[in-house]
Structure formats: structure tokens, C-alpha cells
């Protein structure tokens, strides 16, 4: 069966720099486009990025645009957010989601705290 498990969030000081993954299984992954989201407390889930296939594209909410990467490792199953100069409104659980025939797959989500 599907699975995506996210790794590496934690708690940041304003500036700082995290770096979250997402390992995927039970589907061919390098076919499939990747979408790292995140959800805030009382608001609604917004996408954040998302990247191609092969990882040549890639888009970003304007949110983050200039501050977070993302990326992928076909060889390892695993899509990545490199993110940088974190605000603290950027502090929300972040979730990776693959979209496989028209049906949502996500992760369990991380928690991102950006606080000083």
C-alpha cells in the first residue's frame, strides 16, 4: 500500500534552517509528481511546493518562494524541503502528498515551530 512518512521538523529560532523528507513506498514514485503542503492551527491546508517527475519542475506558494527548495531522490524514494530563513509563520505540520489515479495519498505530517 501507499505510504509517505515525513522526517525533520522541529523546533527553530527565527532565520534558521530545517531540512524535512518524505519517504514513499508502495508505488512507483519516480513517475509520479510530489506536493509538500502545510497546515497552520485554525487555518485551512495550502499547498507549498511541488515538483515534477524527474525534478526539473517545480513551483512554489509566494509564501516561500526565495526561501524553500524542494527536491527529489528517485534512487530513494524520498522528495525533500529545504527550508530557509523560517519565519514564524511558517510554523504549521507539514505534510508531503502524492496523487496516484486521481486519489490523495499523505503522510502523517511534521511539526515545523519557528519561535525564538
Known amino acids: 500500500q501507499v505510504q509517505l512518512v515525513e522526517s525533520g521538523g522541529g523546533l527553530v529560532q527565527p532565520g534558521g534552517s530545517l531540512r524535512l523528507s518524505c519517504a514513499a513506498s508502495?508505488?512507483?514514485?519516480?513517475?509520479?509528481?510530489m506536493n509538500w503542503y502545510r497546515q497552520a492551527p485554525g487555518k485551512e491546508r495550502e499547498l507549498v511546493a511541488a515538483?515534477?517527475?524527474?525534478?526539473?519542475?517545480?513551483n512554489y506558494a509566494d509564501s516561500v518562494a526565495g526561501r524553500f527548495t524542494i527536491s527529489r531522490d528517485n534512487s530513494k524514494n524520498t522528495v525533500y524541503l529545504q527550508m530557509n530563513s523560517l519565519k514564524p509563520e511558517d510554523t504549521a505540520v507539514y505534510y508531503c502528498?502524492?496523487?496516484?489515479?486521481?486519489?490523495?495519498?499523505w503522510g502523517q505530517g511534521t511539526q515545523v515551530t519557528v519561535s525564538s
Open positions: 515538483i515534477g517527475r524527474v525534478g526539473i519542475s517545480t
Open positions: 502528498k502524492a496523487t496516484i489515479m486521481r486519489a490523495d495519498y
Open positions: 508502495g508505488f512507483a514514485f519516480k513517475n509520479y509528481a
